[in-house]
Nanobody, 120 residues
Framework: QVQLVESGGGLVQAGGSLRLSCTAS????????MAWYRRAPGNQRELVAS???????KYADSVKGRFTISRDNAKNTVYLQMNSLKPEDTAVYYC??????????????WGQGTQVTVSS
């Protein structure tokens, strides 16, 4: 009923930039938090950045100053601008959204993931 579709991943050289987008569609009353997670081979999934419905943001220490998360509530879309990319940023990036089909209840939704590969 709700789908999150990511785009913008790809292969980039170290120091380059990518902009990820994720759009939620389906039966949506409202969206609370939205976030980006990533998982590198052999590693646990980690929270990269999150943004509340009110626009409050949080970032993993490893990406502070380089990544920026933002959202467009009218479009049900969250973005992740990634600058100064490093090889260690290589991972599958997953979009997350807490979606409410009705007031006072939220469900977790995940995108299918998009590969980001940073070459040195």
């Amino acid at each position: 009923q709700v789908q999150l579709v990511e785009s913008g991943g790809g292969l980039v050289q170290a120091g380059g930039s990518l902009r990820l987008s994720c759009t939620a569609s389906g039966r949506i009353f409202s969206i609370n938090a939205m976030a980006w997670y990533r998982r590198a081979p052999g590693n646990q999934r980690e929270l990269v950045a999150s943004v509340s419905n009110g626009g409050s943001t949080k970032y993993a220490d490893s990406v502070k100053g380089r990544f920026t998360i933002s959202r467009d509530n009218a479009k049900n879309t969250v973005y992740l601008q990634m600058n100064s990319l490093k090889p260690e940023d290589t991972a599958v990036y997953y979009c997350y959204a807490a979606v409410s089909p009705q007031p006072a209840t939220y469900d977790d939704y995940w995108g299918q993931g998009t590969q980001v590969t940073v070459s040195s």
